[in-house]
Protein backbone atom coordinates (compact mmCIF):
# COMPACT_ATOMS: atom_id res chain seq x y z
CA UNK A 1 0.00 0.00 0.00
CA UNK A 2 1.52 2.84 -0.90
CA UNK A 3 2.36 5.60 1.75
CA UNK A 4 2.05 8.88 -0.29
CA UNK A 5 -0.95 11.30 0.72
CA UNK A 6 -1.42 12.71 -2.46
CA UNK A 7 -2.29 8.97 -3.91
CA UNK A 8 -4.60 8.52 -0.67
CA UNK A 9 -8.91 9.16 -2.02
CA UNK A 10 -8.99 10.80 1.24
CA UNK A 11 -6.60 13.58 0.93
CA UNK A 12 -7.71 16.59 0.05
CA UNK A 13 -4.90 18.38 -1.01
CA UNK A 14 -5.58 17.51 -4.26
CA UNK A 15 -8.60 19.00 -4.75
CA UNK A 16 -7.87 21.96 -2.78
CA UNK A 17 -4.77 22.90 -5.22
CA UNK A 18 -6.99 21.96 -8.11
CA UNK A 19 -9.31 24.66 -6.28
CA UNK A 20 -6.74 27.13 -5.87
CA UNK A 21 -5.54 26.95 -8.87
CA UNK A 22 -9.04 27.51 -10.39
CA UNK A 23 -9.26 31.02 -7.77
CA UNK A 24 -11.02 29.44 -5.50
CA UNK A 25 -10.50 32.14 -2.33
CA UNK A 26 -11.95 29.44 0.61
CA UNK A 27 -9.40 26.70 -1.11
CA UNK A 28 -6.47 29.20 -0.81
CA UNK A 29 -7.32 30.59 2.18
CA UNK A 30 -7.48 26.75 3.75
CA UNK A 31 -4.00 25.85 2.53
CA UNK A 32 -2.80 28.91 3.76
CA UNK A 33 -3.78 28.18 7.30
CA UNK A 34 -2.63 24.78 6.61
CA UNK A 35 1.07 26.16 6.24
CA UNK A 36 0.38 28.93 9.61
CA UNK A 37 -0.02 25.74 11.12
CA UNK A 38 3.11 24.25 10.05
CA UNK A 39 4.84 27.77 10.63
CA UNK A 40 5.90 28.10 6.86
CA UNK A 41 5.04 31.88 7.03
CA UNK A 42 6.36 32.71 3.91
CA UNK A 43 4.36 30.47 2.29
CA UNK A 44 1.00 30.86 4.11
CA UNK A 45 1.37 34.56 3.36
CA UNK A 46 1.01 34.04 -0.39
CA UNK A 47 -1.55 31.88 -0.30
CA UNK A 48 -3.66 34.08 1.81
CA UNK A 49 -2.70 37.53 -0.33
CA UNK A 50 -4.11 35.53 -3.12
CA UNK A 51 -7.20 34.68 -1.29
CA UNK A 52 -7.53 38.27 -0.03
CA UNK A 53 -7.90 39.94 -3.00
CA UNK A 54 -10.90 37.93 -3.69
CA UNK A 55 -12.01 39.91 -0.54
CA UNK A 56 -12.22 36.34 1.41
CA UNK A 57 -12.74 37.46 5.17
CA UNK A 58 -10.71 34.67 6.97
CA UNK A 59 -7.67 35.59 4.87
CA UNK A 60 -7.76 39.22 5.42
CA UNK A 61 -8.30 38.18 9.43
CA UNK A 62 -5.28 35.45 9.53
CA UNK A 63 -3.29 38.27 7.57
CA UNK A 64 -3.88 40.38 10.19
CA UNK A 65 -2.95 38.33 13.41
CA UNK A 66 0.38 36.81 11.11
CA UNK A 67 1.80 40.61 10.25
CA UNK A 68 0.80 41.58 13.68
CA UNK A 69 2.99 38.57 15.46
CA UNK A 70 5.20 39.29 13.25
CA UNK A 71 5.54 42.81 14.61
CA UNK A 72 5.23 41.67 18.34
CA UNK A 73 8.34 39.74 17.46
CA UNK A 74 10.25 42.55 16.26
CA UNK A 75 9.74 44.75 18.90
CA UNK A 76 10.33 42.18 21.54
CA UNK A 77 13.46 41.39 20.15
CA UNK A 78 14.75 45.28 19.98
CA UNK A 79 13.23 45.44 23.58
CA UNK A 80 15.56 42.61 24.84
CA UNK A 81 18.85 44.61 22.72
CA UNK A 82 18.27 47.11 25.03
CA UNK A 83 22.46 47.20 25.59
CA UNK A 84 22.97 46.94 21.45
CA UNK A 85 24.94 44.24 22.36
CA UNK A 86 23.66 41.85 19.97
CA UNK A 87 22.19 43.28 17.16
CA UNK A 88 24.02 45.65 14.45
CA UNK A 89 23.12 49.23 14.30
CA UNK A 90 22.42 48.29 10.53
CA UNK A 91 20.18 45.01 11.77
CA UNK A 92 18.13 47.75 14.13
CA UNK A 93 17.72 50.07 11.74
CA UNK A 94 16.50 47.09 9.35
CA UNK A 95 14.61 45.91 11.88
CA UNK A 96 12.49 49.26 13.16
CA UNK A 97 11.73 49.99 9.15
CA UNK A 98 9.89 46.05 9.75
CA UNK A 99 8.13 47.11 12.17
CA UNK A 100 6.63 50.10 10.37
CA UNK A 101 5.45 48.34 7.48
CA UNK A 102 3.98 45.14 9.57
CA UNK A 103 2.30 47.60 11.52
CA UNK A 104 0.46 48.74 8.33
CA UNK A 105 0.07 45.61 6.92
CA UNK A 106 -1.64 44.46 9.85
CA UNK A 107 -4.25 47.29 9.78
CA UNK A 108 -5.01 47.12 6.50
CA UNK A 109 -6.25 43.68 6.71
CA UNK A 110 -8.08 44.39 9.87
CA UNK A 111 -10.02 47.49 7.99
CA UNK A 112 -10.26 45.11 5.45
CA UNK A 113 -12.06 42.20 7.82
CA UNK A 114 -14.16 45.06 9.05
CA UNK A 115 -15.41 46.19 5.81
CA UNK A 116 -16.61 42.77 5.11
CA UNK A 117 -18.33 41.98 8.52
CA UNK A 118 -15.53 40.78 11.00
CA UNK A 119 -16.61 41.34 14.32
CA UNK A 120 -12.83 39.52 15.39
CA UNK A 121 -11.27 42.25 13.77
CA UNK A 122 -13.30 45.14 15.22
CA UNK A 123 -12.72 44.16 18.71
CA UNK A 124 -8.64 42.91 17.70
CA UNK A 125 -8.16 46.58 16.16
CA UNK A 126 -10.20 48.27 18.31
CA UNK A 127 -8.18 47.39 21.59
CA UNK A 128 -4.80 47.76 19.53
CA UNK A 129 -5.83 51.58 18.83
CA UNK A 130 -7.81 52.29 22.20
CA UNK A 131 -3.80 50.80 23.81
CA UNK A 132 -2.15 53.02 21.62
CA UNK A 133 -0.53 50.45 19.46
CA UNK A 134 -1.06 52.53 16.37
CA UNK A 135 -0.10 55.85 17.73
CA UNK A 136 -1.74 58.88 20.09
CA UNK A 137 -5.05 59.99 19.76
CA UNK A 138 -6.44 57.26 18.79
CA UNK A 139 -8.73 56.17 21.96
CA UNK A 140 -11.96 57.51 20.64
CA UNK A 141 -11.72 55.46 17.21
CA UNK A 142 -10.94 52.35 19.49
CA UNK A 143 -13.40 52.71 21.47
CA UNK A 144 -16.28 53.15 18.51
CA UNK A 145 -14.66 49.80 17.13
CA UNK A 146 -15.11 48.39 20.78
CA UNK A 147 -18.52 49.21 21.05
CA UNK A 148 -19.51 48.42 17.92
CA UNK A 149 -18.11 45.04 18.26
CA UNK A 150 -19.95 44.71 21.94
CA UNK A 151 -23.08 45.35 19.89
CA UNK A 152 -22.90 42.84 17.12
CA UNK A 153 -22.73 40.13 20.40
CA UNK A 154 -18.49 40.33 21.12
CA UNK A 155 -18.87 40.76 24.95
CA UNK A 156 -14.67 40.54 25.66
CA UNK A 157 -15.22 44.56 24.05
CA UNK A 158 -17.71 46.09 26.78
CA UNK A 159 -15.27 43.63 29.15
CA UNK A 160 -12.69 45.40 28.14
CA UNK A 161 -13.90 48.89 28.59
CA UNK A 162 -15.41 48.09 31.54
CA UNK A 163 -12.30 47.49 33.36
CA UNK A 164 -10.32 50.30 31.78
CA UNK A 165 -13.43 52.79 33.13
CA UNK A 166 -13.25 50.99 36.25
CA UNK A 167 -9.37 51.67 36.87
CA UNK A 168 -9.05 54.78 35.04
CA UNK A 169 -6.30 53.39 32.78
CA UNK A 170 -5.90 55.05 29.37
CA UNK A 171 -9.28 56.52 30.00
CA UNK A 172 -10.63 58.79 32.98
CA UNK A 173 -11.87 56.37 36.03
CA UNK A 174 -15.64 56.59 35.45
CA UNK A 175 -17.60 53.68 37.42
CA UNK A 176 -20.60 54.42 35.48
CA UNK A 177 -19.88 54.25 32.15
CA UNK A 178 -17.81 51.16 33.74
CA UNK A 179 -21.02 49.36 35.67
CA UNK A 180 -22.72 50.39 31.84
CA UNK A 181 -20.33 48.05 29.96
CA UNK A 182 -20.05 45.21 32.82
CA UNK A 183 -23.87 45.25 32.38
CA UNK A 184 -24.05 45.23 28.64
CA UNK A 185 -21.55 42.47 28.44
CA UNK A 186 -22.76 40.47 31.17
CA UNK A 187 -26.19 40.87 28.87
CA UNK A 188 -24.71 39.12 26.08
CA UNK A 189 -24.88 36.09 28.90
CA UNK A 190 -21.14 35.36 28.54
CA UNK A 191 -19.93 33.04 31.63
CA UNK A 192 -16.86 35.57 32.19
CA UNK A 193 -18.71 38.55 31.90
CA UNK A 194 -22.02 37.39 34.09
CA UNK A 195 -18.86 36.29 37.04
CA UNK A 196 -17.08 39.24 36.71
CA UNK A 197 -20.05 42.28 36.85
CA UNK A 198 -21.24 40.21 40.11
CA UNK A 199 -17.70 40.73 40.96
CA UNK A 200 -18.04 44.26 40.28
CA UNK A 201 -21.49 44.43 42.42
CA UNK A 202 -20.12 43.23 45.51
CA UNK A 203 -16.39 44.91 45.68
CA UNK A 204 -16.45 48.97 46.98
CA UNK A 205 -16.65 50.37 43.42
CA UNK A 206 -20.18 48.61 42.74
CA UNK A 207 -21.39 49.86 45.93
CA UNK A 208 -23.88 52.39 44.06
CA UNK A 209 -24.58 50.16 41.77
CA UNK A 210 -26.12 47.15 43.58
CA UNK A 211 -29.39 47.62 43.54
CA UNK A 212 -29.93 49.85 40.36
CA UNK A 213 -29.12 46.65 38.54
CA UNK A 214 -32.42 45.04 37.44
CA UNK A 215 -31.24 42.87 34.81
CA UNK A 216 -31.16 39.69 37.54
CA UNK A 217 -27.20 38.65 37.89
CA UNK A 218 -28.42 35.92 40.09
CA UNK A 219 -30.36 34.23 38.03
CA UNK A 220 -27.29 34.59 35.00
CA UNK A 221 -25.23 32.87 37.71
CA UNK A 222 -27.89 29.93 38.33
CA UNK A 223 -27.89 29.52 34.78
CA UNK A 224 -24.27 28.44 34.86
CA UNK A 225 -24.73 26.66 37.81
CA UNK A 226 -26.58 24.66 35.76
CA UNK A 227 -23.86 24.07 33.51
CA UNK A 228 -21.53 22.98 35.98
CA UNK A 229 -19.81 26.39 36.43
CA UNK A 230 -17.77 26.38 39.57
CA UNK A 231 -16.70 29.63 39.87
CA UNK A 232 -20.44 30.57 39.75
CA UNK A 233 -21.01 28.42 42.81
CA UNK A 234 -18.48 30.65 44.47
CA UNK A 235 -19.89 34.27 43.45
CA UNK A 236 -23.46 33.12 44.68
CA UNK A 237 -22.01 31.94 47.76
CA UNK A 238 -20.24 35.79 47.77
CA UNK A 239 -23.42 37.80 47.14
CA UNK A 240 -25.42 35.79 50.06
CA UNK A 241 -22.91 36.88 52.19
CA UNK A 242 -22.89 40.56 51.26
CA UNK A 243 -26.30 40.60 50.67
CA UNK A 244 -26.25 41.95 47.58
CA UNK A 245 -28.69 41.36 44.36
CA UNK A 246 -30.25 38.49 47.03
CA UNK A 247 -31.19 37.91 50.77
CA UNK A 248 -28.29 38.14 53.17
CA UNK A 249 -27.87 34.38 53.99
CA UNK A 250 -24.58 33.12 55.62
CA UNK A 251 -26.40 29.16 55.30
CA UNK A 252 -26.67 29.96 51.40
CA UNK A 253 -23.38 31.14 51.06
CA UNK A 254 -21.74 28.09 52.83
CA UNK A 255 -23.87 25.77 51.08
CA UNK A 256 -22.24 27.59 47.68
CA UNK A 257 -18.82 27.49 48.47
CA UNK A 258 -19.42 23.91 49.83
CA UNK A 259 -20.58 23.08 46.01
CA UNK A 260 -17.85 24.65 44.26
CA UNK A 261 -15.25 23.28 45.96
CA UNK A 262 -17.10 19.77 45.62
CA UNK A 263 -17.38 20.73 42.39
CA UNK A 264 -13.38 20.98 41.73
CA UNK A 265 -12.22 18.51 44.73
CA UNK A 266 -11.16 15.76 42.15
CA UNK A 267 -9.46 18.42 38.97
CA UNK A 268 -5.46 19.22 40.35
CA UNK A 269 -5.93 22.60 37.93
CA UNK A 270 -5.19 26.10 37.97
CA UNK A 271 -8.65 27.36 38.13
CA UNK A 272 -9.58 24.56 40.52
CA UNK A 273 -6.86 25.69 43.07
CA UNK A 274 -8.46 28.89 42.30
CA UNK A 275 -11.54 28.12 43.55
CA UNK A 276 -10.30 26.10 46.58
CA UNK A 277 -8.03 29.29 48.02
CA UNK A 278 -11.21 31.53 47.38
CA UNK A 279 -13.54 29.50 49.16
CA UNK A 280 -11.11 28.66 52.11
CA UNK A 281 -9.30 32.58 51.96
CA UNK A 282 -13.24 33.80 53.08
CA UNK A 283 -14.20 31.22 55.50
CA UNK A 284 -10.78 31.65 57.54
CA UNK A 285 -10.38 34.82 57.53
CA UNK A 286 -14.39 36.70 58.03
CA UNK A 287 -15.18 38.76 60.81
CA UNK A 288 -18.86 37.22 60.72
CA UNK A 289 -18.69 34.46 63.13
CA UNK A 290 -21.83 32.80 62.02
CA UNK A 291 -19.48 32.61 58.36
CA UNK A 292 -16.48 31.02 59.53
CA UNK A 293 -15.47 27.94 59.15
CA UNK A 294 -11.81 27.75 60.15
CA UNK A 295 -11.78 23.81 60.17
CA UNK A 296 -13.17 23.26 57.06
CA UNK A 297 -11.07 26.24 55.27
CA UNK A 298 -7.58 24.59 56.73
CA UNK A 299 -8.93 20.69 55.78
CA UNK A 300 -9.71 21.87 51.90
CA UNK A 301 -6.04 24.50 51.75
CA UNK A 302 -4.53 21.35 53.41
CA UNK A 303 -5.61 19.06 50.72
CA UNK A 304 -5.05 21.34 47.78
CA UNK A 305 -1.48 22.16 49.12
CA UNK A 306 -0.67 18.29 49.21
CA UNK A 307 -1.98 17.71 45.90
CA UNK A 308 -1.10 20.43 43.75
CA UNK A 309 2.68 21.45 43.31
CA UNK A 310 1.56 24.42 41.44
CA UNK A 311 -0.32 25.60 44.25
CA UNK A 312 2.72 25.36 46.65
CA UNK A 313 4.49 27.23 44.22
CA UNK A 314 2.31 30.31 44.78
CA UNK A 315 2.15 33.21 47.72
CA UNK A 316 -0.91 33.71 48.40
CA UNK A 317 -2.09 30.16 48.49
CA UNK A 318 0.27 29.76 51.01
CA UNK A 319 -0.81 32.56 52.75
CA UNK A 320 -4.11 31.53 53.02
CA UNK A 321 -2.44 28.36 54.24
CA UNK A 322 -1.07 30.18 56.58
CA UNK A 323 -4.14 31.84 57.32
CA UNK A 324 -6.46 28.53 57.90
CA UNK A 325 -3.77 27.33 60.55
CA UNK A 326 -3.84 30.38 62.54
CA UNK A 327 -7.75 30.77 62.62
CA UNK A 328 -7.52 27.10 63.72
CA UNK A 329 -4.99 28.10 66.36
CA UNK A 330 -1.37 26.35 65.10
CA UNK A 331 0.58 29.70 64.79
CA UNK A 332 3.68 28.21 64.78
CA UNK A 333 3.41 26.12 61.74
CA UNK A 334 1.71 29.24 60.10
CA UNK A 335 4.67 31.54 60.67
CA UNK A 336 6.66 28.60 58.87
CA UNK A 337 4.52 28.72 55.99
CA UNK A 338 4.05 32.54 56.15
CA UNK A 339 8.10 33.06 55.86
CA UNK A 340 7.95 30.47 52.83
CA UNK A 341 5.06 32.46 51.12
CA UNK A 342 7.73 35.81 51.84
CA UNK A 343 10.35 33.63 50.11
CA UNK A 344 8.26 32.58 47.07
CA UNK A 345 7.25 35.78 46.54
CA UNK A 346 10.81 37.39 46.45
CA UNK A 347 11.78 35.10 44.52
CA UNK A 348 9.18 35.55 41.55
CA UNK A 349 9.66 39.50 41.83
CA UNK A 350 6.31 39.46 43.18
CA UNK A 351 6.33 42.92 44.62
CA UNK A 352 2.75 43.21 44.41
CA UNK A 353 2.15 41.08 47.00
CA UNK A 354 5.38 41.00 49.26
CA UNK A 355 4.19 43.93 51.49
CA UNK A 356 0.31 42.19 52.43
CA UNK A 357 2.84 39.02 53.23
CA UNK A 358 5.08 40.73 55.62
CA UNK A 359 1.97 42.37 57.21
CA UNK A 360 0.45 38.96 57.90
CA UNK A 361 3.30 37.49 59.02
CA UNK A 362 3.57 40.47 61.96
CA UNK A 363 0.23 39.85 62.92
CA UNK A 364 0.93 35.52 63.24
CA UNK A 365 3.83 36.70 65.79
CA UNK A 366 1.51 38.40 67.70
CA UNK A 367 -1.12 34.96 67.89
CA UNK A 368 -3.42 37.16 65.98
CA UNK A 369 -5.76 35.40 63.38
CA UNK A 370 -5.37 36.97 59.77
Not at 49 to 62: C, E, G
Not at 280 to 289: M, Y
Not at 353 to 360: A, N, P, R, S, W
Request: charged share 25%.
Amino acid sequence: MSTDKTQDSDNPWPLLRLLSESRDSAAQAAIGAYLVKQKNYKAAINWLTAAAQQDNLFAHTLLARIFWSQFSGIEQMLRSDKDQSTLTAENRESLRSQLNDLKTKSQSHHRQAISLGSVESMYTLGRLLFEGRFGPGKVIEGQELLEQSGKLGNAESFLFLAHHYRFGSIVQLDISRSTTFFSEAAKLRNPEAIVAFARFLISPAGKGFREEEKFGIVKLLEELVAEKEPEAMVVLGNLSAAGVQTDQSFRQAISWYRKAVKAVSNNIDEASDEIINEVAWILATTSKKSLKRARYALRIIDKRMQDSSLAREKPEFLDTWAAALAANGHFEKAIEIQNRAISKAAEQDRDDVLQILEKHLKSLKLNQPI
